[in-house]
C-alpha cells in the first residue's frame, strides 16, 4: 500500500526507533531504512570507527546528506539517529517531506537498553548520556507530529502508528497511545 509521506521515527538512544521502524514498514507494506546504517554503508565503517576515526561532526553532516537524498525515493518509513533532529536542515527537510514520530522514552530506561554497548559511542557515560537525554527532549517535541510511548511493547506502537497514518494523521496530534 502506497503512503502519502515518509515517516521519520525519531527519539533518543534505546526508544526503539529501528525495532518499531521495521514493523510499522512491515504492516504498511514499504520499505524501512535506518539513518544509522546508511551512514555506516556509505562510511564503510562501524559507528564507533567513525566517531574515533572522522569525529562526529562528519557522522552528522554525512547523516544530514543521506537523510536528504533518501527522501527523494518512494515513500517508505525512516528510523533516525538519535541525533538527526539537532540539525535545523534535517528538521526543516523532515517537516516537508515527512510526518515525524517521537518514541518518547524516560533516559533511565534508555539507558537499561543501551548504556555501555560498545557500538554506541554516545552510551559509555551514564551521567552524559542522561544529561544529553534532557537536552534533545525540546528538539524532538518540536520536530514531532506524533508522540508514541517508547517504553510500550513496539508492536502494539506500530500498530497504533500504522493506524495514524493510515487515519491520515495529520502535524500537532498530541500522543498515540
Known sequence: MAIPRWIA???YMGAGKTTVGR???EILGVDF???DDL???HAGQSIPEIFAQ???LWFRRTEEDLIRDHLRGEPGVLALGGGALGSPRTRQLLGREACVAWLKVDAEEAWTRVGGEPGRPLALDHERFVRRCGEREHVYREAADVILDGGAPPQ???VILSEWILDD???DDEAAG
Open 169 to 171: 494523521g495529520g502535524p
Open 9 to 11: 521515527i525519531a527519539g
Open 33 to 35: 531504512l535506518d539513518a
Open 39 to 41: 551512514v555506516q554503508a
Open 23 to 25: 514493523i510499522t514498514a
Open 54 to 56: 572522522r569525529g562526529e
Open 156 to 158: 502494539e506502537t506500530a
